[in-house]
């Protein structure tokens, strides 16, 4: 039974087709001699029928026009005999699973396969072959006895062979600390410390098994650390909502109080309006009446004057004045300045308590930091980081105007007479800096442009684009450079081409920079009275950056001089 297995599995491997790797079905003999199923052979050639031209999978002999298949008969009794064969000699041995798998991106190929690569699963390091499964049945077929080191498929047996003895690399130099062969060993290794590989891997792998633990451990502190950060983030957040709800509600119900006293104050000045003039119109009243009463009288005399002089004279007596003669000044006078000059000592001492408490607040707030991205609130915390600028003549694109002792940068309406150089932005409006930012650098430019035509303020790597008109080499549409795109009314951040629009409504003409290299950290920043954030990033740079702007049309940039 033995024996007839073997001679059944030899037989397979001369009568397999070698594109489905079975027995010949419907085997047809093509003029190369080679034999295939029927349908398989006929599948290759309908694939080169746009060619006209058909091969052998084997041989690669070509064949035009295409040639007529004929069943070969004598291979079909053949095969009929060793299926029967088959049969006989494993009548329970169940059919062979499917184990071939077609290669992806990075799997090792079978070496023996031709027309389809299937993936391989064992290499040989005797034959310097991968197999794949079938293959691998057929290699252990035909050197059965002869043990073959196997190992898993690898794409690296050539590293493992030795390039001046086509020997396998077995021995391990601890002198050169390299991989040799055995006839390494006799020459050029004579008398160095040399164990096998495997030998050496077991020692090495303990030092690197030492390795992991001591990774994992630190690995562990890392994310307890990373852990408790994050702990302590979520309370700082809670805290900061907590504190704003509490500060809200104290400042509202502070504002309340201002507004209920300035309604009973308001209410009082019209109270005491009302009793005044009251009482000015009861006292309105009353001499309206005395000047009627006057009035009247003044008519009588009026009359009594012009009567006959015996009239005039017997009637002297009852002729009298009533009411005092002296001139009327009224006093009706209410003076609210003393009220006024009160509530003006309550705001100037509001005024002065909210700003002690406000500095205060100030004081106590800036002692929270966040690791890594410190926040500075005035202009003279970054005016310790201040550097000064001054533009690369050799980067100047030719229309873009420098004035001001190369301090201006405008955008020209005709070219400029620059030489050439390797490094000067041959199409687009770009200017690159000389200084390197490694460190903290903080430095501020003064710009001018219209609502649809700002200008770029940026930094970039040394290494960026300068040649061609592709849109990759502008500020921002690349991996080496970061642009704040500013127009009065609106900026936007670009990054790999990527846009953020940001939420400003105003841009002020004068904007500062702040890189900290080793932090990641890239932040802009309105220049004004105070220092407002438009829009920070955390990232990691590779080399130094360098401050680079762009222009456009009708547009001006400044290089701001900056005393820390």
Known sequence: MA????????????????????????????????????????????????????SCPQCRQTFSPRPVLGKNVV?????????????????????????????????????????????????CLDCRSSY??????????????????LMDATGRLQEMICPQHDKMLEIYCRIDQRCICMLCLVDEHKNHDTVSTGAERKEKQR???????????????????????REAMECHKRSAQTAVEDSER?????????????????????????????????????????????????????QFSHTDNIHFLENWSSVSICGSTDGFTPSFRVSFDNLVKSVSQLRKKLQQFSRETIENITGTLKNVQVIGNPDYQTKEEFLRYSRPLTVDLNTVNYFLHLSEGNTVITLSGTKMYYPDHPARFDCWSLVLCRESMTGRCYWEVEWAGRETSGVDIAVAYKSIRRKGVEVEIDAGRNDQSWRLYCTPFCCSFWHKNIETVLP????????????????????????????????????????????????YEHSRVKLCPLNS
């Open 3 to 54: 024996e007839s297995s073997i001679s059944w599995a030899e037989d397979q491997c001369e009568f397999s087709c070698s594109v489905c790797l079975d027995l010949l079905k419907d085997p047809v003999t093509i003029p190369c001699g080679h034999s295939y199923c029927m349908s398989c052979i006929s599948g290759c050639w309908d694939e080169e029928d746009w060619k006209r031209i058909y």
């Open 75 to 123: 291979f079909a009794e053949i095969v009929a005999k060793l299926k029967k064969t088959r049969l006989q000699a494993t009548p329970v041995s169940p059919p062979l699973p499917a184990l071939h798998h077609r290669t992806v991106s990075g799997d090792v190929k079978c070496d023996s396969c031709t027309l389809i690569k299937w993936k391989a699963v064992k290499s």
């Open 132 to 149: 794949c499964q079938s293959h691998l049945k057929q290699h252990e077929t035909l050197f059965r006895g002869k043990k073959h080191n």
């Open 207 to 229: 030092h690197l098994e030492e390795t992991q633990r001591k990774l994992q451990k630190i690995i562990q502190q890392k994310e307890k650390g990373l852990q408790q950060l």
């Open 250 to 302: 104290i400042f509202t119900e502070l504002i309340r109080s201002i507004e209920k006293r300035r309604s009973e104050v308001k209410q009082l000045i019209r109270d005491q309006e009302r009793a005044a003039v009251s009482r000015a119109e009861e006292r309105l009243d009353e001499l309206k009446k005395e000047i009627d009463e006057l009035r009247r009288r003044n008519s009588e005399l009026e």
């Open 504 to 551: 400003v409504t105003r841009v002020s003409s004068r904007i500062g920079v702040y890189v900290d290299h080793s932090a990641g950290i890239l932040s802009f920043y309105n220049v004004s009275d105070s220092m407002i954030l438009i829009h920070r990033i955390q990232t990691t740079f590779t080399q130094p950056l360098y401050a680079l702007f762009g222009l």
